[in-house]
């Protein structure tokens, strides 16, 4: 069948020699400038093979020209004459009875122009990247090797076939259609990166993809040319930059060894692997330094923490917060005492017996129906030791074949690395924190000596956060009298130096407590001590602050004396029920010197409870001190069975679960004496009354019943009042309290205190106090708003079984 280039006006200008040739290689079609080019005759080519008319082996031609390609081919003409001719690049029609054909242009070859258009074909067909050309309507026209290779078909399964009729799941190709389109309908490239998972691989593989359009001399649009280059490793590269980049901010949020590990497991889990698990050494837990055994001992390790979307892997058989036994011979014993990372894979005699000899593990594996893992056991180390091991699984499947290789060791063990180095540091913190909590508890009351003036609970709660135990510490003094002290105090900062820092003020206020100095003269000395600590040169935490609250509360007169250095006010909550906040004198802070101290006095009804506690109570939950004031005064006021149970609820109601803060609360419920328990005498400036205190002192004793105290009391009056009015002055009063002690008070208007000397052999005086520390337990002197007392104890009597 002769044909014109007419036939085909997008391939062929007039004259342009070309042959048809069907997909058995039958030429079906000759021109008529074919034959004034070669000689023959239309009715003499069409219908054979049309490597009769080659000179020589073909080799790929035909395969070229199928793809669209150009070859330069050696010919016989008709006269006998070899010469070359240049084929290009076929267009695909369709024949009688839809049977594809190929059109072919012939022409003679114009000096290297034809050997350079077959060197362009032969680039285009062996280039590394993948490269391909559609029609118009996004067909097939052309496919070089690495497409096919990629692919894994044969160019001739897709020459001519719609695209999306080569494709298993068309949703997945919808983007690469629909830039196919745009460049067709446009005119214009397009530059795009895709996305797939290859039919056997773990990993998703990344394509940078150009596409561009076609134009015959004329600019008619023929067709959609790509080239796709596979820019997997560096997608993969860019991807473990990613996890890399959210581990750093991701891993070590906390100063946390458990959540530490968590987030190492999280964060890895699916992209890297199906299944990982953290365990550590008992050591790292507790925060003590770790010490891993003997090589060839088995090690025992506490899982941590662990992740995968299923619960079909072995490792997962270890519950959170056990502590499993690995035999030396297993991946994670050898990652441990090596300090090195440890592939393996099921099939290896090392780990099937690992597996099967554990029950649990084998279970987990049946459950698996026996799947194909791929293990990965890499050491936790941090400033060269080791702290435990994390273990890196992946099932193997049809879909998901490939074992763990050498980029991902590179990753795991960078993971690795950093996580090593936060439960490290969470593991310093721990053993920080836990040695600065014994230092804070240990300076903190254990017990209360006997006193009778109050009912107290208390509660200390060191705070959770990452800024460590603070400074937060309560008291609760016997003092003379009957009376007693109660403190409460926060010293700025936290850590060992606060809890160092706590302890010293607290021996402070202890000390003047036993001097009976008023709270707020006592005050002004704490203040003056911290002002010399924070000027001490051996300092190293830097500036030292604190604040305080000290009251007095004298069971006897029913009256509180309040002084405040900086801290909060305490609340009282009255028998009635009604909650008052106390309106105390805020003082300065201690350690800034300089300003003075007030005192407040108030008046307490028997059964009052009050209040005192550290800023950390009333500012949790994100309130303000006013807000939290006021939810501590409702939490008061609710009903509560005892002290214990009040504690309790006031916790609850103020302070989240983890509080930023630390806490100390005191409740002390006030109690007074009977009057029939306080005797008191006023006296007259006569050394003639000393007989007659004395007489005083021995009717109220047998009244209560204390004959046996008689003796020694008398001799007690006697001294103190002798010297009362030999070198004191008006007032005088004698005052016997009966409580859990026997208490003899002499108070008397001059403000210098007496010492106790010890007397020479021919001194007249100096014997007296002597005697009175002689025959009494304690024995003491307090100053008060004019004048002194001075006061004695002695122990009751046992009473008879």
């Given at each position: 069948?002769a044909?014109?280039p007419?036939?085909?006006?997008r391939?062929?200008t007039?004259g342009t020699p070309l042959a048809?040739?069907?997909?058995?290689?039958?030429?079906?079609?000759?021109?008529?400038?074919?034959?004034r080019l070669?000689?023959?005759?239309?009715?003499?080519?069409?219908g054979r093979?049309?490597?009769v008319l080659a000179?020589g082996d073909?080799?790929?031609?035909?395969?070229?020209?199928?793809?669209?390609?150009t070859?330069?081919?050696?010919?016989?003409?008709r006269d006998?004459?070899?010469?070359?001719v240049v084929?290009r690049g076929?267009?695909?029609?369709r024949?009688?009875?839809?049977r594809p054909?190929?059109v072919?242009t012939i022409?003679?070859?114009?000096g290297?122009?034809?050997?350079?258009?077959?060197?362009?074909?032969?680039?285009?067909?062996?280039?590394?990247?993948?490269?391909s050309?559609?029609?118009?309507?996004?067909r097939?026209l052309?496919m070089?090797d690495?497409?096919?290779?990629?692919?894994?078909?044969?160019e001739?399964?897709?020459?001519?076939?719609?695209?999306?009729?080569?494709?298993?799941?068309?949703d997945?190709?919808r983007g690469?259609?629909r830039h196919?389109?745009?460049?067709?309908?446009?005119?214009?490239?397009v530059?795009?990166?895709?996305y797939t998972?290859?039919p056997?691989?773990?990993?998703?593989?990344?394509w940078n993809?150009?596409?561009?359009?076609?134009?015959?001399?004329?600019?008619?649009?023929?067709?959609?040319?790509?080239?796709?280059?596979d820019s997997?490793?560096?997608?993969?590269?860019?991807?473990?930059?990613a996890?890399?980049?959210?581990?750093a901010?991701?891993?070590?949020?906390?100063l946390?060894?458990?959540?530490?590990?968590r987030?190492?497991a999280?964060?890895?889990?699916?992209?890297?692997?199906?299944?990982?698990?953290?365990d550590l050494?008992?050591?790292?837990?507790?925060?003590?330094?770790p010490?891993?055994g003997?090589?060839g001992a088995?090690?025992e390790?506490?899982?941590v923490?662990h992740?995968?979307p299923s619960a079909?892997?072995?490792?997962?058989?270890?519950?959170?917060?056990?502590?499993?036994?690995?035999?030396p011979?297993?991946?994670p014993a050898?990652?441990l005492?090596?300090?090195?990372?440890?592939l393996?894979r099921?099939g290896?005699?090392?780990?099937?017996t690992?597996l099967t000899?554990?029950?649990?593990?084998?279970?987990?594996?049946?459950?698996?129906?026996?799947?194909?893992?791929?293990?990965?056991?890499?050491p936790l180390?941090?400033?060269g030791?080791?702290?435990?091991?994390t273990?890196?699984?992946?099932?193997l499947?049809?879909?998901?074949p490939?074992?763990f290789?050498?980029?991902d060791?590179?990753l795991a063990?960078?993971l690795?690395s950093?996580?090593?180095?936060c439960?490290?540091?969470?593991?310093?913190?721990?053993r920080?924190?836990?040695?600065?909590?014994?230092l804070?508890?240990s300076l903190?009351?254990?017990?209360?000596a006997g006193?009778?003036a109050?009912?107290?609970?208390s509660r200390?709660?060191p705070a959770?956060s990452?800024?460590g135990?603070?400074?937060?510490?309560?008291?609760v003094?016997?003092l003379?009298?009957?009376?007693?002290?109660?403190?409460?105090?926060?010293?700025?900062?936290?850590?060992?130096?606060?809890?160092?820092?706590m302890?010293?003020?607290?021996?402070?206020v202890w000390?003047?407590?036993?001097v009976d100095?008023p709270?707020?003269?006592?005050?002004?000395?704490v203040?003056?001590l911290?002002g010399h600590?924070s000027t001490?040169?051996s300092t190293?935490?830097?500036e030292i602050?604190?604040?305080?609250?000290y009251?007095v509360?004298?069971p006897v007169?029913r009256?509180?004396?309040v002084?405040s250095?900086?801290?909060?006010p305490?609340?009282?909550?009255?028998?009635?029920?009604?909650?008052?906040?106390?309106?105390?004198a805020?003082?300065?802070?201690?350690g800034?010197?300089?300003?003075?101290f007030?005192?407040?006095?108030?008046?307490?009804?028997?059964?009052?409870?009050l209040?005192?506690?550290?800023?950390g109570?009333?500012?949790?939950?994100?309130?303000?001190v006013d807000?939290?004031t006021?939810?501590l005064?409702?939490a008061?006021?609710?009903?509560?069975?005892?002290l214990?149970d009040?504690?309790?609820?006031?916790l609850?109601a103020?302070l989240?679960?983890r509080p930023a803060?630390?806490?100390?609360?005191?409740?002390?419920?006030t109690?007074?004496?009977d009057a029939?328990?306080?005797?008191?005498w006023d006296?007259?400036?006569d050394?003639?009354v000393?007989?007659t205190?004395?007489?005083?002192?021995?009717?109220?004793?047998?009244h209560?019943?204390?004959?046996d105290?008689?003796?020694?009391?008398?001799?007690?009056v006697?001294?103190l009042v002798?010297?009362?009015?030999?070198?004191?002055?008006?007032p005088?009063?004698l005052?016997l309290?009966?409580?859990?002690?026997?208490i003899?008070?002499?108070?008397?208007?001059?403000?210098t205190?007496p010492h106790?000397?010890?007397?020479r052999?021919?001194d007249?005086g100096?014997r007296?106090?002597?005697?009175?520390?002689?025959?009494?337990?304690?024995?003491?002197?307090?100053?008060?708003?004019?004048?002194?007392?001075?006061w004695?104890?002695?122990?009751?009597p046992?009473?008879?079984l």
């Open positions: 069948m044909i014109s007419r036939d085909d006006e391939t062929a007039p048809v040739v069907d997909e058995r290689g039958i030429v079906t079609g000759w021109s008529e400038a074919a034959r070669t000689g023959y005759t239309a009715e003499e080519v069409t093979p049309a490597t000179a073909t080799g790929d031609a035909w395969r070229t020209l199928r793809s669209g390609g070859a330069v081919v050696a010919v016989r003409h006998g004459q070899h010469g070359e084929l076929c267009f695909m029609r024949g009688p009875e839809e054909e190929f072919i022409a003679e070859p114009d290297r122009s034809g050997r350079d258009e077959a060197l362009g074909a032969l680039a285009f067909q062996q280039a590394s990247m993948s490269m050309v559609f029609d118009t309507e996004q097939y052309r070089n690495t497409a096919c290779r990629v692919m894994g078909i044969h001739d399964e897709f020459l001519g076939r719609f695209y999306l009729d080569t494709v298993e799941h068309a997945h190709s690469f259609l196919l389109r745009q460049v067709a309908e446009t005119g214009q490239p530059h795009y990166e895709s998972r290859a056997s691989g773990f990993r998703e593989h990344a993809t150009e596409m561009w359009p076609l134009r015959d001399s004329s600019g008619h649009l023929l067709g959609v040319a790509l080239a796709a280059f997997s490793e560096q997608h993969w590269a860019r991807q473990r930059l996890i890399l980049n959210e581990a901010a991701g891993i070590g949020t906390k946390d060894v458990i959540r530490t590990a987030e190492l999280e964060l890895v889990v699916p992209r890297l692997a199906d299944f990982v698990s953290v050494l008992d050591s790292v837990l507790q925060g003590e330094e010490a891993v003997p090589v088995d090690v390790l506490r899982r923490a992740h995968s079909g892997t072995p490792e997962a058989a270890v519950d959170l917060g056990s502590a499993d036994v690995y035999p011979f297993s991946p050898r990652a005492a090596t300090g090195r990372t440890v393996s099921t290896e005699r090392d780990l099937d690992w000899r554990h029950g649990a593990r084998s279970a987990k594996l049946r459950e698996a129906h026996d799947a194909d893992l791929s293990l990965m056991a890499v180390r941090a400033r030791t080791t702290l435990g091991v273990v890196f699984v992946r099932q499947t049809p879909q998901h490939d074992p290789d050498d980029a060791v590179s063990e960078e690795a950093r996580a090593a180095v439960v490290d540091n969470a593991r310093r913190y721990t920080e924190r836990t040695t600065a909590l014994a804070q508890r903190l009351p254990q017990s209360v006193q009778a109050v009912e107290f609970a200390y709660l959770l990452q800024a135990v603070g400074g937060d510490w309560f008291d003094i016997p003379s009298g009957t009376r007693v002290a109660l403190v409460v105090g926060d010293v700025v900062g936290h850590g060992i130096h606060a809890s160092v820092t302890g010293r003020l607290r021996t402070a000390t003047l407590a036993d100095l709270p707020d003269e006592l005050l002004t000395h203040d003056d911290v600590l001490d040169q190293e935490a830097g602050g604190a604040t305080c609250l009251a509360y004298d007169s009256r509180c004396t002084a250095a900086g801290h909060p305490p609340v009282v909550l009255y028998p009635d029920g009604i909650v008052h906040v106390v309106e105390v805020a003082g300065p802070v201690l800034v010197g300089g300003l003075p007030e005192a407040t006095e108030l008046e307490l009804p028997e059964g009052s409870v209040a005192l506690y550290t800023n109570l009333v500012e949790a939950r994100d309130l303000d807000q939290g006021a939810a005064c409702g008061l006021a609710a009903p509560a069975a005892n214990e009040a504690c309790d609820t006031v609850k103020l989240p679960d803060d630390d806490v100390a609360l005191l409740l002390a419920r109690r007074t004496l029939g328990q306080v005797a008191v006296l007259p400036v050394p003639a000393v007989a205190a004395r007489q005083y002192v021995t009717e109220r004793l047998t209560w019943g204390l004959d105290l008689s003796f020694a009391t008398e001799l007690v006697s001294e002798t010297n009362a009015i030999r070198y004191g002055g008006a005088i009063q005052r309290i009966r409580d859990r002690t026997l003899c008070e002499v108070s008397d208007g001059s403000s205190a106790m000397r010890r007397a052999v021919y007249e100096g007296g106090l002597l005697l009175v520390a002689q025959v009494t337990d304690r024995w003491g002197t307090r100053a008060g708003v004019t004048g002194k007392t001075i004695a104890e002695q122990a009751l046992t009473p008879d």
